[in-house]
């Protein structure tokens, strides 16, 4: 399948992209590179890293993601101590922290989240810490013990709709992760859950599973486009328009009540963690079209202007960000019945690039 124009995206080039691995230790590990994120260069570029804790092997075979699948060794001792220290370096005030599945450890791995936790919070006091974890193959007393080092956020992703389970997940099971996320929910810390679009599901099998998630006490929902990340993974059955991620926010924002619902191709569970914590933290607000305001372009455009009278902004960065399009780049106007959404080159290189992978995030839109 070719990839629609709304997934072209552009990958910034900075010096940080080059250099991020000197804030880290050599054996931290990021599931931004592990997992290919699309993203990665964005958020390198800001010193924006997710830690992948207890190696970059993984036990199970899910046939959508590109984590490596071998018997692991055995869990560095060492290493909640090393990630706070990279967090310390990179200047975090919001850490995201996740895993591969480790269904060779009695706990699944819980000991090592608690420990990373506590580790960032020895560190860096007063730190928001996130974690995305895995379903500990549903044991309840490693999810409580990682529930009892009180992170901000516990994320646990659904990933899919329960008929595709079989074919995407075979190791997983739809309820346990449910019982999973009800549990979390119901221990008072925010919870989140994230789903891949484009495996073949259907939209009343979408809207099943965020009534499923609701029904639990999630309150924040992350849906993006699937992209296959080789030939030899689960192949993209769909690419969804832009304007249905918009439909299913509203459905979930409005209809079910989630605090927050980010939806677009690019979004992954990861991506702007802290400015979505921020906004569903606090239960005053939700992340809307008014507070991520970009400039857009039109397709096929080489020119590039801007309003003097509008405002651009990252959301919770309080800096302006610049945009610049040079010869032979394009940039492309989503529309939407409710917002307009831009995807842009950032102004660095000739062309778009795309690199396909999934792992997680808010799409970015224009202020009407």
Known sequence: ?????????????????????????????????????????????????????????????????????????????????????????????????????????????????????????????????????????????ALDAVLAARPDVFNHNIETVPRLYPSVRPQADYQRSLKILRSAAGSGVLTKSGMMLGLGETAAEIKSVLQDLQACGVAIVTLGQYLAPSKNHYPVREFIHPDKFAEYKVYGEKELGFKNVFAGPFVRSSYRAGEVYGAAGDGKKTLSENELPVHTHGVNDPGHSHNPSTNFYVAGSGVTPTCQVGPGMTGQNIHSSQTNISIHNAGQGNAFDVIPAFYTVVYIIKVK
């Not at 800001?46 to 490596?68: P, Q, W, Y």
């Not at 699944?108 to 989240?113: D, I, R, T």
């Open 1 to 141: 399948m070719r990839y629609p124009q709304w997934l072209k995206k552009s990958v910034p080039k900075s010096a940080n992209n080059l250099r991020i691995r000197q804030y880290l230790d050599a054996s931290v590990q990021t599931v931004c590179e592990s997992a290919l994120c699309p993203n990665r260069g964005e958020c390198f570029a800001k010193k924006t890293v997710t830690f992948l804790i207890l190696g970059d092997v993984c036990t199970r075979n899910c046939t959508f993601c590109a984590v490596t699948k071998a018997i692991p060794r055995p869990p560095d001792t060492a290493e909640p101590e090393k990630v706070a220290e990279a967090a310390q370096k990179l200047g975090l005030r919001h850490a995201v922290v996740t895993s591969v599945t480790r269904d060779d450890l009695p706990d699944g791995g819980a000991e090592y989240f608690v420990k990373t936790i506590q580790a960032i919070r020895r560190t860096l006091p007063g730190i928001a810490v996130e974690v995305l974890t895995p379903d500990f193959q549903g044991n309840i007393s």
